[in-house]
């Protein structure tokens, strides 16, 4: 089974700066999706960043920015230039691209992030 | 457009009793996933469903069922609460892509 660790509970970063959010999986399959959510206070998961495990180039959205290293099984996320909207629970997540169409993702524990003004 | 919608927002049961969570999927979408949020085991995928049949379906004890119509609206029932059931549910649906899903805000449920 695969497994999505996130080795970082808290994160805290100063308005306008870059902070990186760590996030490690364990599987033996070799094309899967990787994707973060952000979860606000408001409860509502927002997908922040997808990554098809078959692309070498690193997903980029705006400010947000992945490094994905798929050898070492690391996919982490880079905040540039944050904004206290950023604020908010951070999960990464796994789906496989061969469990019979299903689209089950396995969430990592989540980074609490603080944007300090 | 319009969201995921679940409905309710928050409930309050009893140990014993039984709930009916719902989820108003986008409008197109055809995939309906249920998940578990709790502050000790995190977020756990409870079932999926497709065009009216179960996709797949995790690791939870009989009494969480679920279904979808054929409008692609979604219910998932919880028979027998016990406390270990208080969590966040969140419903996501997805057009069946490559793009993940669109989550609700969830139903907070409280067994007391």
């Known amino acids: 089974a695969q497994t999505v660790t996130q080795s970082q509970p808290e994160m805290s970063v100063q308005e306008a700066e870059t902070v990186t959010l760590s996030c490690t999986y364990d599987t033996s399959e070799s094309d899967y999706y990787l994707f973060w959510y952000k979860q606000p206070p408001s409860r509502q998961m927002i997908l922040v960043i997808r990554?098809?495990?078959?692309?070498?180039q690193n997903a980029t959205e705006n400010r947000f920015s992945v490094n994905f290293q798929k050898a070492a099984k690391s996919f982490s996320l880079k905040i540039s230039d944050s904004q206290l909207g950023d604020a908010a629970m951070y999960f990464c997540?796994?789906?496989?691209?061969?469990?019979?169409?299903?689209?089950?993702?396995?969430f990592g524990k989540g980074t609490k992030l603080t944007v300090n003004p | 457009k319009a969201g995921v919608t679940q409905t309710p927002r928050y409930l309050i049961k009893t140990r014993g009793q039984q709930v009916t969570l719902s989820c108003s999927p986008i409008s197109g979408h055809r995939s309906v996933s249920w998940y578990q949020q709790t502050p000790g085991q995190g977020l756990q995928f409870l079932f999926e469903y497709f065009s009216e049949t179960q996709r797949n379906k995790g690791n939870f004890p009989g009494r969480f069922s679920g279904r979808q119509f054929s409008n692609s609206r979604s219910e998932m029932n919880v028979s027998t609460l016990e406390l270990g059931d208080s969590a966040l549910y969140l419903c996501a649906s997805s057009p069946y892509s490559v793009y993940g899903y669109t989550f609700g805000s969830g139903t907070r449920l409280t067994v007391v």
């Open positions: 997540a796994y789906r496989s691209a061969s469990q019979g169409g299903s689209e089950k993702l396995v």
């Open positions: 990554q098809e495990a078959y692309k070498q």
